[in-house]
């Protein structure tokens, strides 16, 4: 994540390259400095994106070890498009060779 955000920010050159067209005002900015640890176990809280201020000067860095969907919840998605998500709902059998 760290790595990301220093590539996106120029690589260390101090030129930033991330986008400067995606509105302000859309920016969901109460999750925008926060790190949301969804693997097994703790060890990404010791990155440099769980703590302390960011970057760009405009936030704290924030590390969540139990983060909570923010949605509402959904039993069950509509199906995708089979052209692009072919993965049947039920196992298939075997194909026979």
Avoid: I
């Avoid at 986008?19 to 999750?31: A, N, Y």
């Avoid at 909570?68 to 959904?74: D, I, K, L």
């Amino acid at each position: 994540m760290a790595g990301g955000y220093r590539r996106a920010r120029g690589g260390g050159t101090g030129q930033d390259t991330r986008s400067q067209t995606f509105p302000q005002e859309r920016e969901k900015s109460e999750v925008a400095y926060q790190f949301w640890n969804c693997s097994d176990g703790t060890a990404s809280e010791q990155g440099s994106w769980a703590k302390g201020p960011s970057p760009d000067g405009k936030g704290e860095f924030e590390y969540l070890p139990d983060p909570q969907p923010m949605g509402e919840t959904v039993e069950e998605l509509a199906p995708g498009d089979p052209l692009l998500h072919g993965t049947p709902k039920k196992p298939m059998p075997p194909a026979a060779s």
